[in-house]
């Protein structure tokens, strides 16, 4: 007779099973801008079998690692080469670089940010349909990323679009900046839109993500960070691979009354998802201004 512990074995190996199927499955699927889960690379124990888990699921592939886990859009695009960059800024020159990204992903094209970043903004003002969120930039930290916001927010990029997902509240933040998404728990390509053009990562030593940090969203590989951000209102764990270049200074409540509503079905499956409560963005400004 089957034991309860053959039963959970035998969940586990199915659990795995389906992973590897999954896996397989985002090889042909187009790229999802990411933020990695809370925990990558840890040791989940399923039925007595300690299993080394990289949390890399996906809106195209609705997989946990455990039912508390949440799980992560990520891209499957190669890693960029060398030659074709982007590159980080060149502190010599005094310059950043801006390439076209080649993925063919769903895009908002609205030109390339000048390599010459202007280093007096200050401050970043979100006005949203729940009021403004205000955050302090770190542009000498981060100027080809605040750059690259400013020039977004100026041709108006962000205007009108959507924050299409809300983490739950063991993965407390907001993903907002896909100027194509729906964030109605039906759009399969909410969280694929961008700017046409990709940035390397920066900011990156030392990096954390605590309550109020704003930082970019990327996909696995390096230099893949494109306009899409996330607003951070507890703390995350996250490998320092996403640019922080900004902390919210006013408006973060915003964020923890728009979290006690939940999400709309047809999430992840890990528990995020589209906001129940939406969250527009109205205007995005970036001014000198502290």
Not at 3 to 27: F, S
Not at 59 to 84: E, H, L, N, R, V
Not at 91 to 104: F, K, L, M, P, S
Request: proline share 7%; hydrophobic share 35%.
């Amino acid at each position: 007779m089957a034991t309860g512990k053959d039963r959970q074995k035998q969940l586990a190996r199915e659990h795995y099973e389906r992973q590897i199927r999954r896996r397989a499955e985002r090889q042909t699927q187009q790229k999802k801008v990411a933020v990695v889960a809370t925990t990558v690379g840890v040791l989940v124990v399923v039925g007595g079998i300690f299993t080394a888990v990289a949390v890399v699921g996906g809106g195209d592939a609705k997989t946990q690692a455990a039912a508390a886990t949440p799980s992560a859009p990520t891209s499957t695009s190669a890693a960029p080469s060398a030659a074709a960059g982007p590159k980080p800024y060149d502190a010599a020159t005094g310059t950043c670089d801006y390439v076209a990204d080649a993925n063919g992903g769903p895009a908002k094209n609205v030109g390339m940010p000048p390599a010459k970043p202007d280093k007096n903004a200050k401050t970043m003002t979100l006005e949203t349909n729940h009021g403004d969120i205000v955050v302090a930039l770190d542009t000498a930290k981060a100027p080809c990323t605040v750059n690259s916001m400013a020039f977004l927010a100026k041709k108006k990029f962000f205007d009108g679009s959507k924050c299409h997902r809300l983490g739950p509240a063991n993965f407390p933040m907001l993903q907002c900046g896909d100027p194509l998404a729906k964030a109605d728990g039906k759009n399969q390509t909410d969280g694929q839109g961008g700017p046409g053009y990709r940035l390397a990562e920066e900011n990156l030593s030392g990096a954390k993500y605590t309550r109020g940090v704003v930082a970019m969203a990327k996909s696995q590989a390096p230099g893949t960070t494109g306009s899409q951000f996330f607003i951070i209102f507890g703390d995350l764990q996250l490998p320092a691979e996403y640019t922080p270049f900004g902390t919210v200074t006013k408006g973060i409540e915003i964020l923890d009354d728009v979290s006690k509503k939940g999400v709309l079905p047809g999430g992840m499956g890990d528990g995020s998802g589209a906001p129940k409560d939406p969250v527009d963005i109205k205007h995005v400004t970036i001014s000198g201004k502290s």
